[in-house]
């Protein structure tokens, strides 16, 4: 089994900046494909950004590009979420996820291993 704990989630004014980090333990051999979902109330969980293995391949959702940015070192089995120039809209529960396979996936039913989410409040 794959564990996956988030932090750096918190309450932040729009337009300010959120760093969350994602690491995992247990049998982190089988982690490859990582990524970032939220899920605000009363809606489904979206994919905000993903990353393959080696960090060459990511994807962002629209609402996100050139305001976040997704990171992962496998040395310390560690994905993380720059999150910059936050709007309100960007208010939700943050989840990490990850795959034992490798690539860029965007669907959530992609991934067996899911954290337990990190709220992200941005006041307007």
């Known amino acids: 089994q794959v564990q996956l704990v988030e932090s750096g989630g918190g309450l932040v004014q729009a337009g300010g900046s959120l760093r969350l980090s994602c690491t995992a333990s247990?049998?982190?051999?089988?982690?490859?494909?990582m990524g970032w979902f939220r899920q605000a109330p009363g809606k489904e969980r979206d994919v905000v950004a993903v990353i393959n293995y080696r960090g060459a391949g990511t994807y962002y959702a629209d609402s996100v590009k050139a305001r976040f940015s997704i990171s992962r070192d496998n040395a310390k089995n560690t994905v993380h979420l720059q999150m910059n120039s936050l709007k309100p809209d960007d208010t939700a529960v943050y989840y990490c996820?990850?795959?034992?396979?490798?690539?860029?996936?965007?669907?959530?039913?992609?991934?067996?291993?899911w954290g337990q989410g990190t709220q992200v409040t941005v006041s307007s």
């Open positions: 247990g049998r982190t051999g089988s982690v490859y494909a």
């Open positions: 996820a990850a795959s034992y396979r490798n690539g860029i996936y965007a669907s959530k039913y992609d991934y067996p291993y």
